[in-house]
């Protein structure tokens, strides 16, 4: 079965660092995608980016990097110069090839700071 | 296009009580799913429609739950008899394919 582990219940970073929220699974598919996803209070899941275990560049959008690290299973999301507008929770999710359905972690609160 | 419409934004309602919730996908995407995401944690999968039918759903989604999209546009999830553990966000998303999924703003339940 798959399984997304997100180890970092919350993050708090001054704005305009960088920050980098961890992610790991669990799949015995070669073949699989893992997306990030971003939830604010009002609770619309905003899809952020997405890798396929078969790119072979990390993906990037905007501010947005994927740190994919294939062998150790890790899909960690870096965002770039943070703003006070990231503050929201953050999802990591799984998909493989023979299903519909997302498989997401438990998800980690960052905070920005003034 | 206005993106993927959930009615209503909360609901509270009573033990033991019927609710429904209404989910508008966008209009081009003809696959549907619906989550349940509870306080603290990821959402979880319910269930799943290509076009009108429904391809598969969770060991979640007991009996007292049923979902439905008649004509592969909009789509109902009702919950019957409502017990305290069904307090949760219900999540809605859309998507043509296997492309990326599009949620909506979810509708919050509380049970009282």
């Known amino acids: 079965a798959q399984k997304i582990t997100q180890t970092q219940p919350g993050m708090f970073v001054q704005e305009k660092e960088a920050v980098t929220l961890d992610c790991t699974y669990d799949t015995s598919d070669q073949s699989y995608g893992l997306f990030w996803y971003k939830q604010p209070s009002s609770g619309e899941m905003i899809f952020l980016i997405y890798?396929?275990?078969?790119?072979?560049q990390n993906a990037t959008e905007g501010r947005y990097s994927l740190n994919f690290q294939k062998a150790r299973k890790s899909a960690n999301l870096v965002i770039s110069a943070s703003q006070l507008g990231d503050s929201a929770m953050y999802f990591c999710?799984?998909?493989?090839?023979?299903?519909?359905?997302?498989?997401f972690g438990q998800g980690t609160r960052l905070t920005i700071n003034p | 296009d206005t993106g993927v419409s959930q009615d209503p934004r909360h609901k509270i309602t009573k033990r033991g009580q019927n609710v429904t919730f209404r989910c508008d996908p966008i209009s081009e995407h003809n696959r549907l799913y619906w989550y349940r995401q509870t306080l603290g944690q990821g959402p979880e999968f319910l269930t799943y429609?290509?076009?009108?039918?429904?391809?598969?759903k969770s060991r979640l989604l007991s009996d007292r739950f049923s979902a439905e999209r008649p004509k592969g546009s909009f789509s109902t999830l009702e919950i019957q008899r409502t017990e305290q553990g069904d307090s949760a966000m219900y999540l809605c998303?859309?998507?043509?394919?296997?492309?990326?999924?599009?949620f909506g703003s979810g509708t919050r339940l509380t049970v009282v």
């Open positions: 890798q396929g275990s078969y790119d072979e």
């Open positions: 998303a859309s998507s043509l394919g296997r492309g990326s999924y599009t």
């Open positions: 429609f290509q076009n009108e039918a429904q391809l598969e």
């Open positions: 999710a799984m998909r493989d090839p023979g299903a519909q359905k997302l498989v």
